[in-house]
């Protein structure tokens, strides 16, 4: 149980996020699959990413630690990965269990995959599907549509799979499966989602094409390890972005995020909800965008519209979009996002539930929610639900409230996020980062 105070001042200072968990755990994977040395600065040492690490140890790739976001990966080539000895546990990482899913599929071998209980209900028919069109053998419960999964894998052909939904897991799974495939293997979605895992194989000596919304890997190349500077996660950034422009007479300048435009569907709505941010030190990284972020409060905020394409840009980023939302000036719609309905807690429940403990008027829907604003936002008890999105959002919440606010599980915030209450709290004494 963690309890915050609402900020008696503005939020001053500059910081760092951690790194990217999305390019961390893909750093880790493509190193251990690449020949020789991959060194990875930035990673995120958050419980997801150190599964990932753990399971690719598993697989028998080397992986040492020498700060806790500096790793140096021994890679053993796809060919050397073997037989794990145990079944996978993944914890709560939905990342790790679809694309190593993908992974082990071209791997001839037996491999169990499995997580924590939130991982046991999520929807795996959506990998499982695609990779038994390639000729992988693919189970589970429910016929495969739940963790665990069972995959005896090898001998697989290249497919172009058209994906039912915008999904950078489902992508990444199909064409890490693809690497094993003589031939080019595509996947074609709806509307693009995040690009990482294109652009990474194509920094390890992949050859790479997108089309659209069409991404195709040819099977079979050789990967070199490399060096990799991972930037900061966007969607950690987003719980300050937010804060600062809500707490009056705020700035916050957060160092080193990277805006991949696949990614920067938060900046898109926030400046349609009014929001003044602005993008500096324009740069790139080991093949991302990355810049710092300025955000100043004291604008009010007016509500919106989020929806269609721009969903899959910033669907890790509603619940503290819908903070701002019950605060913001006007009701502000989010449909198209039932994918919210199957992330780490049932987001689209989770978050109307717990803004409403706070006095937000906040409307269901199947695939969203509509939040009239206006509100201003009470004390109380509120829970995470073990989701650590939704415990920095109700962390940000706390700011604008008109009294304490208490949010039982608030360690889910160790997920993606270690020491994102220091960060919050140097914020709010105006002395800049937390060391």
Known sequence: MVTLEPARKPLKGALRVPGDKSISHRAVILGGIARGTTEITGFLPGADCLATVRCMQALGVTVEVLAPDHLKVTGVGLEGLREPADVLDVGNSGTTIRLLAGLVAGRPYLTVLTGDASIRRRPMDRVAVPLRQMGAQVDGREGGRLAPLV???????????????????????????????????????????????????????????????????????????QRLEVPGDISSAAFFLVAAALVPGSEVLIENVGVNPTRTGILDALRAMGAPIEVLNLREAAGEPVADLLVRGGQALRGTVIAGNLI????????????????????????DAAELRVKESDRIAAVAAELRKLGARVEERPDGMIIEGGARLQGGQVESHGDHRLAMALAVAAQVAAGPVQIAGAEAVGVSFPGFFEHLQALRRGGGAAE
């Open 312 to 335: 899959p840009r910033l669907i890790d980023e509603i619940p503290v979009l819908a903070v701002a939302a019950a605060v913001a000036e006007g009701p502000t719609e989010i449909r």
């Open 151 to 225: 995959i005896r894998g090898g001998g697989l052909r290249p497919i172009h799979y058209r994906s039912p939904v915008a999904s950078a897991q489902v992508k990444s799974a199909v064409l890490l499966a693809g690497l094993s495939a003589e031939g080019e293997t595509g996947v074609t979605e709806p509307a693009r989602s995040r690009d990482h895992t294109e652009r990474m194989l194509a920094g390890f000596g992949a050859r790479v094409r997108v089309e659209g919304t069409t991404a195709w890997v040819e099977g079979r190349p050789r990967l070199e390890g």
